[in-house]
T-cell receptor, first 113, second 111 residues
């Protein structure tokens, strides 16, 4: 089975802190994604990466950056956490050319206080 | 990418067939239609994907008419464990992909 593992299930950070959310996948997938999920808004794409060191902005990249130094790992960085970044963050991965099926991690519920 | 529209919620009873329709009027030639299922406190799980006509797997069927402006997810004989949120989305797979998830349809299966 494909496994997408997010480093934390729950996280509480203070406003202004730099926050790192880590995601690792074990299926050698080319594509990796970060979404945030908020009630009533569904899932919104923050960033995605289709190769090591490659990244593209999604629909809501402001306040976030990403890093993909190795194929299996995709990190989401909140440069200076704010309360409006309190959300559920979901990481996903998918094969590069076999269609668009994505496998999601369990999510990280981040609270910024 | 095409925005999707689907019902906010649906109720059903165990053993019934459930059909959830999604509209995606602005779908483009390269776009695939994909459905995901999400339970509370979990990430979405892939159900089925299609490009045109009908696709069937062990879990569901997906019907896509010729104009591809809508699609219908069909869940045969639902059970209580099928209570979840179902997302229809359009995804383009050209080198990388961007997707737009809608708000989803909350399906509640009753005994």
């Amino acid at each position: 089975d494909v496994k997408v593992t997010q480093s934390s299930r729950y996280l509480v950070k203070r406003t202004g802190e730099k926050v790192f959310l880590e995601c690792v996948q074990d299926m050698d997938h080319e594509n990796m994604f970060w979404y945030r999920q908020d009630p009533g808004l569904g899932l919104r794409l923050i960033y995605f990466s289709y190769d090591v060191k490659m990244k593209e902005k999604g629909d809501i990249p402001e306040g976030y950056s990403v890093s993909r130094e190795k194929k299996e790992r995709f990190s989401l960085i909140l440069e200076s956490a704010s309360t409006n970044q309190t959300s559920m963050y979901l990481c996903a991965s998918s094969p590069g050319t076999l269609g668009t099926e994505a496998f999601f991690g369990q999510g990280t519920r981040l609270t910024v206080v | 990418l095409a925005k999707t529209t689907q019902p906010i919620s649906m109720d059903s009873y165990e053993g019934q067939e459930v059909n959830i329709t999604c509209s995606h009027n602005n779908i483009a030639t390269n776009d695939y239609i994909t459905w995901y299922q999400q339970f509370p406190s979990q990430g979405p799980r892939f159900i089925i994907q299609g490009y045109k006509t009908k696709v069937t797997n062990e879990v569901a069927s997906l019907f896509i008419p010729a104009d591809r402006k809508s699609s219908t997810l069909s869940l045969p004989r639902v059970s209580l464990s099928d209570t979840a949120v179902y997302y229809c989305l359009v995804a383009r797979n050209t080198g990388g992909f961007k997707t737009i998830f809608g708000a989803g349809t909350r399906l509640f299966v009753k005994a």
